[in-house]
Nanobody
Framework: QVQLVESGGGLVQAGGSLRLSCAASGFTSSTAFMGWFRQAPGKEREFVGS????????YYAYSVKGRFTIARDNAKDTVYLQMNGLKPEDTAVYYC????????????WGQGTQVTVSS
């Protein structure tokens, strides 16, 4: 059973921190990247960052670079998105997704978790 389950969203004041988790199961051996995306009301979904499964290299959108950090726990098959210095414009539903080996797109998605940053 392929599954991605996010957790850790919530309400936080501007300048605060949250850590999102994404527990993966069913396919981690064929994973090339795990990514985080977000979608704010009335806006298109956007890329936040990703981690390459083979070497833990990370990549970030310009808007979050230096504030957000992606890491993983191999033993738990869990990927984390540590978000520091949160801003009201970071308010969105955050999704984790998986991109398989040899694929150019993300094929499995979690259900999303809401992050709300108050000013």
């Amino acid at each position: 059973q392929v599954q991605l389950v996010e957790s850790g969203g919530g309400l936080v004041q501007a300048g605060g921190s949250l850590r999102l988790s994404c527990a993966a199961s069913g396919f981690t051996s064929s994973t090339a990247f795990m990514g985080w995306f977000r979608q704010a009301p009335g806006k298109e979904r956007e890329f936040v960052g990703s981690i390459r499964w083979s070497d833990d290299n990370t990549y970030y959108a310009y808007s979050v670079k230096g504030r957000f950090t992606i890491a993983r726990d191999n033993a738990k098959d869990t990927v984390y998105l540590q978000m520091n210095g949160l801003k009201p414009e970071d308010t969105a539903v955050y999704y984790c997704a998986r991109r398989g080996v040899g694929s150019n797109s993300y094929d499995y998605w979690g259900q999303g978790t809401q992050v709300t940053v108050s000013s």
